[in-house]
């Protein structure tokens, strides 16, 4: 398994459409992050859709995400994190796209 800042990344589609289905979700306008407290349990997730462009465009996406998780991950409750990209991240400089991932956190009383 992968781990990025200590949590394992998600992979089977099952673990994210569990995560999709029993999590509480956040919306900001460049990042929508679903979250499922679980203890003793670090997973995380990013996915980007097709409506964001091409291959290109979505891993870029996933590599900004996966960048700010890192800079958050020690300060997080156990649990899985899913971190869906919308479109509007790319719109977004990176002061303006840090503040909208801290404020899903935040929202979803993820922080320790």
């Excluded at 997973?43 to 290109?56: C, E």
């Excluded at 899913?82 to 801290?102: M, N, T």
Aim: aromatic share 14%.
């Amino acid at each position: 398994m992968v781990s990025i800042g200590g949590f394992y990344t998600l992979k089977l589609h099952k673990e994210f459409q569990y995560i999709y289905n029993k999590g509480k979700n956040q919306h900001s306008s460049s990042v929508v992050l679903f979250f499922l407290p679980q203890k003793g349990i670090h997973k995380v997730g990013f996915t980007a859709t097709k409506k964001l462009g091409n291959a290109v465009k979505r891993n870029r996406a996933k590599r900004r995400m996966r960048a700010l998780f890192r800079e958050h991950s020690d300060s997080l409750k156990d649990g899985t994190y899913i971190f869906v990209a919308k479109i509007g991240l790319f719109e977004r400089s990176y002061e303006e796209f840090q503040h909208d991932f801290q404020k899903v956190l935040t929202r979803a009383k993820s922080f320790t």
